[in-house]
């Protein structure tokens, strides 16, 4: 996945939110973006050489790209709950289907 396709699509999750709110969140979606595509390229690393790496005298360890993806996914879900908290509270989209559905089985 491409940097500047990822950052594009996360900012466009943002396109109601207010100005001033886009503006302070602008580099959080770039590094949310930024660690997306670090994560696939990590992710591919483990898929093709594992995420454990055994030694002639039959020791293991975790490889350098799974210590990295673990580090990296950790700060990547804090990013994105920071992200999806901003977006929660500013975004009204109004009721939706589901939304009616809900309200009349609760009837």
Same mark, same amino acid.
């Given at each position: 996945?491409?940097?500047?396709?990822?950052?594009?699509?996360?900012?466009?999750? %943002?396109?109601? /939110?207010?100005? *001033?709110? &886009?503006?302070?969140?602008?580099?959080?979606?770039?590094?949310?973006?930024?660690? =997306?595509?670090?994560?696939?390229?990590?992710?591919?690393?483990?898929?093709? %050489?594992?995420? /454990?790496?055994? *030694?002639? &005298?039959?020791?293991?360890?975790?490889?350098?790209?799974?210590?990295?993806?673990? =580090?990296?996914?950790?700060?990547?879900?804090?990013?994105?709950?920071?992200?999806?908290?901003?977006?929660?509270?500013?975004?009204?989209?109004?009721?939706?289907?589901?939304?009616?559905?809900?309200?009349?089985?609760?009837?």
């Amino acid at each position: 996945m491409e940097l500047n396709i990822e950052y594009k699509r996360l900012k466009s999750l %943002f396109s109601l /939110v207010d100005e *001033s709110k &886009k503006e302070l969140v602008d580099n959080l979606i770039y590094q949310a973006a930024f660690m =997306k595509v670090e994560l696939d390229k990590l992710q591919e690393q483990i898929r093709k %050489f594992g995420a /454990v790496q055994i *030694s002639t &005298k039959g020791s293991q360890r975790q490889t350098e790209a799974a210590k990295y993806y673990t =580090k990296l996914v950790n700060s990547y879900g804090t990013v994105i709950k920071t992200l999806n908290t901003i977006l929660g509270t500013q975004v009204d989209d109004g009721e939706d289907a589901f939304d009616e559905f809900l309200k009349r089985a609760s009837e």
